[in-house]
């Protein structure tokens, strides 16, 4: 099931919102949070339940190691157990992501032909994955502790977050289930998670699927492009991207707060980063965080000189690129933020200053042009992507001139348009602007819904 | 009640008031449009739009009406008819299965019409039995007492389909496309085709045989247009499927059957005659016992033209024949009619 479905959003959401606190109203605590874990189950597995299995054994085996890693009592080498925990996580990560990529690179070295496994990879693993092991990881540096089943099992598998993030931490995600407050039905709460979904729901299915048509004709369809064809295709890849994974968060912290659940921030205007640095601040804030919290700060971050610290950025992006796919293009993705990042570091070594404008320029087009590997299925539809960009063979302005508008449009918003999740840190009060808002791109998104079919998240397989 | 005093619960309400309010005053408007767009020249892809272009061109008596999918829509050619004396209407609805004849059937029987042609490809007897887009009442009838799960489905359908936009996507998803196409510019290479078949248009009038009244760019190349007198027809030659699969039919689906004889008695006890035709299938590749399907409909002719042989250029697509295919087919068609009827 996805957000932007009719049947979740007019069955599924209405029915496990009015059940959850109708067994809450009843102080019925312990089934309303069985009954979410259920209703998670069931929209996870909307999809196909023979995921169901795998994403329960992750669960249990992640609750037992948390468990003993929690309990002073036990005679255990914690590190050794973490370690085992850790490796178990990424073993199963590993065989059902990145079995094939394997043994394609293997057949290719040693010329071996051992057959592919053709694993369906399981719907949100690495979400899930990283998720339990930064709570091993917390876990172990006693900065969290859970001795419940069911309330573990909220924290993985809450559906506003389960799929596609943002990535959370056992210590900010539990108080909030525990608290009483919590369980009763919050008017102000419930008003600004639907003007928050509503402005996600919009971006994903007006915003982001528009520009997926243009992407997906340039990257997949055409055999060559014009130099105006090939900048339309990039910057229709790099807005798509961003409205789809912005507006998916939006829709999981609107849905959250039904809950009285906030979710952390994922995206804070990514494109009007100056630098390289702080576009990572500012997108996927929550992968980021764990990337620097879970790999760069335990290999050692920048505490032992410079060219170490370079060594670690480029090993943490290089694993950020493989944990979005497996394929060399992500893994040269990777390279390309960890290289800009080693740059930029060197850059403010030595106090360079640059203007303000050029710095925005010089770090778009670099994000623009990255994203392009990103997308490639092939490296030959990098390479014709980049041909079109930089060869001024074929100047000829041969794109829709509605396309064209909206690109342009897809600017000013990514860069003049208040970030949405600035309503959280605001006051809220549903103003009758909201309102008709809310109206608007609500009306205008359960149409288009219907016009171009639901399709998933391009996050969801990452 | 002043708004600035409205607690959120409130706004809530009335905010989700307004949605549903907007989604109303659409399916008005859209109601009325779809109205407008029915004539006694003109007609959309919708059985219901049909029907009502059938009752305004007084289409009682008919020698023959033909009742079928999209196959009927672009393979009757009312004035091949016309020319051998023959006084028809095609009733071909695009998308339209036979799941959808019952609705359309008391109406044709009220029409007194002289013979009915039932067309559809042989696989659907073999096939299972769907559940069409928009179900009515008339078809509910039927699938509950043909299949009781098909019923539940059809009730879930039916009920979404009481908002109109639902019913209409395809035609606006098809609009907005057309609109979108005209801000292409004029070096892209496509819209150069559509340039000189713009500016060609008069050739068209000849081409079709018909006075049409709709002309649409299908994605595959080909050029669909919409007849006056009902018929619709299909220009160009773009099919995919160059080698045929062979696929042999043998255990019938009882459910299809038992839909399919229901449509045919409701007929039968108008004591018009039914006749079902099998339609012809690109590269002929299906195997089955025509025999066993004569057993399965005994009161009723069948004309079996699936191994009829239509050259690759007469078809559009894989499905359907082209505008030369048509009056082939018909002819074709016609001499076997004549002998039945």
Sequence with gaps: MIFNSYIFIFIFLPVTFFIYFYLNHKRLTIASKGFLVFASLFFYSWWNIVYLPIILTSILFNFIVGSSLNDENKKVNKKSLLIFGILVNIALLGYFKYADFFIQNLNLLTTSNIGLLHLALPLAISFFTFQQIAYLVDSYRRETKEYDFLNYAVFVTFFPQLIAGPIVHHKEMMPQFFSKKNMLKNYRNIALGTFIFSIGLFKKVVIADTFAVWATAGFDTSETLSFFEAWATSLSYTFQLYFDFSGYTDMAIGLALLFNIKLPINFNSPYKAKNIQDFWRRWHITLSNFLRDYIYIPLGGSRNGEFKTYNNLMITFLIGGLWHGAGWTFIFWGFLHGAALVVHRVWSLFEFKMWSWLAWLVTFNFINIAWIFFRAKEWEDAIKILSGMFSLDDMSFNINYIEATVLLIGFIIVLFVKNSTSYLKRKFDFSLQQILAFVLMMTISILVIRLGNSSEFLYFNF | ?341
């Excluded at chain 2, 043998?250 to 007929?267: C, E, H, P, T, W």
């Design chain 2, 1 to 341: 009640m002043n708004f600035y005093t409205l607690t959120f619960k409130k706004k809530i309400i009335l905010a989700f008031s307004l949605v549903i309010f907007n989604l109303i005053i659409l399916d008005i408007g859209l109601y009325f449009l779809a109205k407008n767009k029915t004539t006694k020249i003109t007609f959309i892809d919708d059985k219901f739009s049909k029907i009502k272009h059938f009752q305004l061109n007084n289409s009682e008596n008919k020698d023959i009406v033909f009742i079928g999918s999209s196959r009927t829509y672009y393979h009757i050619s009312t004035n091949t008819f016309k020319q051998n004396g023959l006084d028809i209407y095609n009733f071909g609805v695009s998308g339209d299965q036979y799941e959808d004849y019952p609705t359309l059937i008391p109406y044709v029987n009220e029409s007194k019409p002289k013979n009915i042609v039932i067309s559809l490809s042989v696989n659907r007897l073999f096939d299972k039995l769907y559940v069409g887009n928009y179900p009515t009442l008339d078809e509910m009838k039927n699938y509950y007492s043909v299949d009781k799960i098909k019923f539940l489905s059809s009730i879930n359908t039916w009920i979404v389909n009481r908002h109109l936009f639902l019913q209409y996507s395809e035609s606006i998803y098809n609009k907005i496309k057309s609109v979108y196409q005209k801000f292409e510019p004029h070096n892209k290479k496509y819209n150069t085709q559509n340039k000189t078949n713009m500016q060609s248009d008069i050739n068209y009038t000849q081409i079709t045989k018909c006075n049409y009244f709709d002309r649409k760019d299908l994605d595959n190349g080909n050029i669909s247009f919409r007849c006056e007198n009902g018929d619709g027809i299909l220009i160009g030659n773009n099919i995919t499927n160059k080698t045929a699969k062979k696929k042999y039919f043998q255990k019938f689906n009882r459910q299809s059957i038992v839909y399919l004889q229901g449509i045919i008695d409701a007929i039968d006890t108008e004591q018009i005659k039914v006749l079902l035709v099998l339609e012809p299938i690109l590269h002929n590749q299906y195997t089955y016992n025509l025999d066993k399907i004569k057993k399965k409909f005994k009161n009723i002719e069948i004309i079996d033209l699936t191994n009829y042989k239509i050259e690759d250029k007469y078809w559009a697509d894989d499905t359907h024949i082209n505008n030369k295919g048509k009056e082939i087919y018909s002819q074709h068609l016609m001499t076997h009619l004549k002998k039945k009827l």
